[in-house]
């Protein structure tokens, strides 16, 4: 399966606040980076996150490792992809090691409200 995980230098971050976008494929205990790229959203002023899951999603992506996730990426997400939620500050291996062990739980809510950027 393709994993998606947005980072910030080698920490899980959120879709919208990341700068870059890892996708793997794991397979038992193998995980092996298939791509990384520029987080496609880095000066929208709305929907970042979407924006980076919509280009995942795009590339394969089946599940999404991440800090937090709005409501608007709930609802993109819904039906598309499982979304799991690890801890602030956990590097990109730890959350790929967490998920691989199953200690990792699929949610399906939002980790916060949304938000109102304003110019």
Known sequence: MRV?????????????????????????NEVKL???????????MAARGVHMLRSAIEKGATSFLLVEIGPP?????SGKA?????????????????FRSGKLIETT????????HFI
Request: glycine share 10%; no cysteine; net charge negative.
């Open 73 to 77: 990426g709930v609802r993109y997400l």
């Open 4 to 28: 998606a995980v947005p980072t910030t230098n080698g920490i899980v971050d959120g879709p919208g606040e990341a700068m870059k976008v890892r996708i793997y494929e794991v397979s038992g």
């Open 82 to 98: 499982k979304i799991y939620i690890v801890p602030q500050g956990t590097s990109v291996d730890s959350a790929l090691n967490m």
């Open 109 to 116: 809510a939002p980790t916060h409200e949304e938000h109102h």
């Open 34 to 44: 298939v791509e990384e790229y520029d987080i496609p959203a880095l000066k929208a």
